[in-house]
């Protein structure tokens, strides 16, 4: 199985479109609820609970996973590359939603002004800042930390006349640094239960991307490239649903981040 982690929920919509894009492999997420959020988590814990993540879906035998979870790719999938695979995992890989998001991202601005929309703990680390200059140094990258917005759509207050306001607060403090952006990145998983909302708030030249067709698309590329991770993947369509916290409750705002019922299972990763 294509393994998809998350520490909550967020990843569900990177599920939900890669299923779209490719729904003949095999998939199973996992959601690290009882120890979300990791926004505010120090850059050693964010490391050492992915690794507990990533060996529990290897262990599963997922050959391939997709870290869905931009802080844990901001603060650990480079380390799992380079120090854990090599050593324990030689034969699989680990993917995170960072490098396709930015390669996205550069593809289509013509003002070379990006802003970026995510987690305090996301701009913290710069990452998308280190990933965009790597591709293009010219590029000129604006963030804006969202912190309240996850706690709202885990709370199922995304309808709430108060989540209008903040959206539109946010994105006026973006826009009055940096008035010329023409491209917007939701860098977080949570964000496009709310894209209807960013999308009225936000002035028509702007264009707002999100990250789960963006992953999908890129996931596709990569397995018509890897053919030796690609024939390793079950075909038999199965979704497994997997939360470190009270299943009833996972699988209640899973409907709202996958779009359709879900049954999970109650899992430890420590």
């Known amino acids: 199985m294509i393994g998809i982690f998350d520490s909550g929920f967020g990843g569900l919509t990177v599920l939900k479109r890669i299923v779209e894009r490719v729904p003949q492999y095999d998939y199973l997420y996992l959601g690290d609820n009882a120890r979300a959020p990791y926004g505010g988590r120090s850059e050693a814990i964010v490391f050492e609970f992915t690794c507990q993540a990533v060996d529990f879906l290897f262990k599963r035998g997922c050959p391939l996973i997709i870290i869905a979870c931009n802080t844990s790719s901001a603060k650990a999938l480079r380390r799992i590359q380079q120090e854990i695979l090599p050593r324990a995992y030689p034969e699989r890989r680990v993917l995170g939603v960072i490098r396709p998001s930015v390669e996205k991202v550069v593809e289509g601005t013509l003002s070379r002004n990006i802003g970026i929309l995510a987690t305090e703990g996301v701009v913290l680390s710069d990452a998308y ?29 995304q309808d709430w006349e108060g989540t209008g306001m903040l959206v539109r607060r946010y994105l006026a403090e973006l826009l009055a640094r940096a008035p010329s952006i023409d491209t917007l990145l939701l860098a977080c998983t949570h964000y496009p239960i ?64 996958y779009g359709q019922r879900v049954e999970s299972q109650l899992v430890s990763v420590d």
């Open 194 to 257: 709310l894209y209807d909302l960013f999308r009225k708030s936000v002035p028509p030249g702007i264009r707002i991307l999100e990250q789960g067709p963006i992953v999908a698309e890129k996931l596709e590329d990569y397995l018509f490239r890897h053919p030796e991770i690609e024939r390793r993947l079950g075909r038999e369509r199965k979704r497994i649903f997997m939360t470190t916290d009270t299943s009833e409750k996972f699988d209640r705002l899973a409907q709202v981040f």
């Open 129 to 157: 800042i280190k990933e965009l200059e790597k591709l293009d140094p010219a590029i000129r990258v604006h963030q804006q930390a969202c912190p309240l917005l996850v706690p709202i759509i885990e709370a199922g207050e």
